[in-house]
């Protein structure tokens, strides 16, 4: 009698490097919060002659305080994206990222669609993974800086796991350094 086992189980246990990034969705507050921490640094004592300390003291326990509430709207708004890097093969069919012209815009929304492995809120609920069309919304909708996280970690986690397949490889003829 011979031994069974679950394949699809086999498959999904060899993994891919992976990496998580918040993205904040709330760009008022982003702003908001930047336009603020240009008027506190000003008031921070460590730049401030002692007579003026004391007047800017009041001020600036206000400014932290109306800070401290944009950055929980910030924090609301946050939406963790988790990746996961493919093999080496898979990401060039998606996006040529390896080669010295980079990849086209609609390139790297696919490689994102392809990579993101799940969506959580600040809450913890969790999403369905977006397809291309929804995140060329985000890249409309987020703030720039913030839709640059996830094109950023896509990339990572694809030159990672390249290195993974590199690193990992058995050397056995018709291993994974032969696949094409």
Request: aromatic share 8%.
């Amino acid at each position: 009698m011979s031994d069974t086992f679950d394949l699809m189980a086999f498959v999904n246990g060899s993994s891919y490097p992976t990496a998580t990034v918040t993205v904040y969705t709330n760009v008022a507050a982003l702003k908001a919060n930047a336009d603020l921490q240009a008027r506190i640094e000003p008031l921070d004592e460590n730049f401030l002659p002692i007579e003026s300390q004391m007047l800017k003291g009041k001020e600036l326990e206000e400014a932290l305080a109306e800070q401290a509430k944009i950055q929980e709207a910030i924090e609301a708004s946050g939406l963790n994206f988790t990746f996961q890097g493919m093999p080496f093969r898979m990401a060039q069919e998606v996006a040529d990222i390896f080669s010295d012209t980079g990849a086209t815009h609609e390139e790297i929304i696919k490689l994102i669609a392809h990579s993101v492995t799940g969506v959580t809120d600040a809450s913890g609920a969790v999403a369905t993974t977006p397809n291309e069309e929804q995140l060329e919304i985000m890249h409309k909708r987020f703030s720039p800086g913030e839709f640059q996280k996830l094109m950023t970690t896509a990339v990572e986690v694809s030159f990672a796991a390249a290195h993974y397949e590199n690193d990992t490889d058995a050397g056995f003829p018709g291993g994974s350094a032969d696949v094409a």
